[in-house]
C-alpha cells in the first residue's frame, strides 16, 4: 500500500530554532508538493517540484523557508530560524504529473508547534 | 490566496441524509477535484472532474461542474456517520498545481 511518509509527526521547538521536515513522496511519482494549513489561512501551497527541479516556490517566505529534494526518495522543508507564526500542519503530497489531470496524494502531516 | 470557495463553511446532518456542498472559483480551470480529510489527518482524494465534463459519478458521491458558472457541487446520498470530516474543492492548472479552498466541515449525526 504506497503512502506518503512524513517525518516528524510532530515538532514542538523554541523560537530561533531551526527546524527540518522530511517527506517520502510515493515511489514513481514524480511531483512533489509542501503546503501549510492553519485555521486562519487554510491550506497554502509553499513549494513544488517536478523531478526533483523546483518549479514554483513563491509561495514560500525566502528569507527563513528552503525546500529541496536531495533525490527522488526524500523531500526536505527547512525553516530557519523558526518563529511563532510559523506554527501549523506542515502537508508534502506527491503526484505523477500528466498534461492536464493530476490528483494528489497526502502525507500525515507534521504538525508543528513554534513557542 | 484561495480559488475555490465552499459554501457552506459547516454542514450538520443526521445519517441517511443527503450532504451537498458547493465550490466556487474564479479562474479558467483544467479541472476541479474534491478532497476530504478527517481530523488531524491528511487530504485524501475524492474524485476529479475535467473542465469538459458536467457530472460524474463515484459511489455515493456525485459531483456536478459548471463552467459557465464557476462553480461545481459535490453531493454525498446516503451519509453515515463515518462522511464526518471537511471537504475541500480544488482547482488544477498547469504542471497539476493545485488552489484548495477553505472547506466545509460535514457532520453526521448518528
Known amino acids: 500500500d504506497a503512502r506518503v511518509t512524513q517525518t516528524p509527526r510532530h515538532k514542538v521547538t523554541e523560537m530561533g530554532q531551526e527546524v527540518t521536515m522530511r517527506c517520502q513522496p510515493i515511489?514513481?511519482?514524480?511531483?512533489v508538493f509542501w503546503y501549510r494549513q492553519t485555521m486562519m489561512q487554510g491550506l497554502e501551497l509553499l513549494a513544488y517540484f517536478r523531478n526533483r527541479a523546483p518549479l514554483d516556490d513563491s509561495g514560500m517566505p525566502k528569507d527563513r523557508f528552503s525546500a529541496e529534494m536531495p533525490d527522488a526518495t526524500l523531500a526536505t522543508l527547512k525553516i530557519q530560524p523558526s518563529e511563532p507564526r510559523d506554527s501549523a500542519v506542515y502537508f508534502c503530497?506527491?503526484?505523477?504529473?500528466?498534461?492536464?489531470?493530476?490528483?494528489?496524494?497526502f502525507g500525515p502531516g507534521t504538525r508543528l508547534t513554534v513557542t | 490566496s484561495q480559488q475555490g470557495e465552499e459554501d457552506p463553511q459547516a454542514l450538520s446532518i443526521q445519517e441517511g441524509e443527503n450532504a451537498t456542498m458547493n465550490c466556487s472559483y474564479k479562474t479558467s480551470i483544467n479541472n476541479l477535484q474534491w478532497y476530504r480529510q478527517n481530523s488531524g489527518r491528511g487530504l485524501v482524494h475524492l474524485i476529479l472532474i475535467r473542465s469538459n465534463e458536467r457530472e460524474k459519478h463515484s459511489g455515493r458521491l456525485r459531483v456536478t461542474l459548471d463552467t459557465s458558472k464557476k462553480s461545481s457541487s459535490l453531493l454525498i446520498t446516503a451519509s453515515r456517520a463515518a462522511d464526518t470530516a471537511s471537504y475541500f474543492c480544488a482547482t488544477g492548472g498547469g504542471y497539476n498545481k493545485l488552489i484548495f479552498g477553505a472547506g466545509t466541515r460535514l457532520a453526521v449525526h448518528p
Open positions: 503530497a506527491s503526484g505523477l504529473v500528466s498534461t492536464r489531470d493530476g490528483e494528489q496524494y
Open positions: 515511489l514513481g511519482h514524480n511531483t
